[in-house]
């Protein structure tokens, strides 16, 4: 029988936390959320650990109907990063701290600067201001394209883009949750912040 999560009205990350918990003691979880970015965390946790995922959009909410695969219901889930991984943070908008007008021509240089070298990170994610930097009109988001097409990934957070009015205006990457951000970073073989 299924296990029902009702996460409609929570915070981030409790929708994804709540499913989580309610998968350890579950084959089958129904997680009914009130927002897309809830429904998109859910799944992506979901599908991360292997779980075949269904969503239906009812008028009372959005129900996310979770599976586990043979291999998933034998074996937790493996880390969302691989150990060894580079993890690079962006708490900000602009690079070091003095003049702003500086600390934006380097994070643009940065960024610039970052797909000609090795090793590239595994992840970036951008949290508080650094979410600035993943939206449209962003310096940077042409160099943060051709990052993500190399395979790095992009997690913006989710609270913040909220906080700033920005969640509807993501140019790249991914828009992603605490959980999601916690698990990355301590993953992580090596967390560089900037």
Do not use: W
Not at 70 to 76: D, I, V
Not at 122 to 136: A, D, R, W
Not at 156 to 181: F, P, Q, R, W
């Amino acid at each position: 029988m299924s296990k029902i999560v009702d996460a409609r009205g929570l915070a981030c990350p409790q929708p994804v936390i709540l499913t989580r918990k309610a998968l350890q003691e579950s084959d089958a979880v129904t997680t009914i959320v009130d927002n897309e970015t809830a429904m998109h965390n859910v799944s992506r946790m979901a599908t991360k650990q292997g779980c075949q995922v269904a969503v239906e959009e009812r008028e009372d909410g959005i129900y996310v109907h979770l599976t586990k695969g043979e291999e998933t219901a034998k074996e937790t889930a493996p880390p969302a990063v691989a150990a060894g991984s580079l993890v690079l943070t962006v708490p900000s908008e602009t690079m070091g701290r003095g003049d702003e007008e500086l600390g934006s021509i380097l994070m643009r240089a940065f960024f610039h600067t970052l797909g000609e070298v090795e090793p590239l990170p595994q992840t970036i994610i951008f949290f508080n201001s650094g979410v600035k930097l993943v939206v449209e009109g962003s310096p940077v988001v042409a160099d943060l394209k051709a990052l993500e097409d190399r395979g790095v990934a992009l997690l913006a957070c989710g609270t913040c883009l909220g906080h700033y009015g920005l969640k509807d205006k993501v140019a790249v990457g991914e828009v992603s949750n605490m959980y999601t951000i916690a698990e990355t970073l301590l993953g992580a073989g090596k967390v560089v912040s900037l």
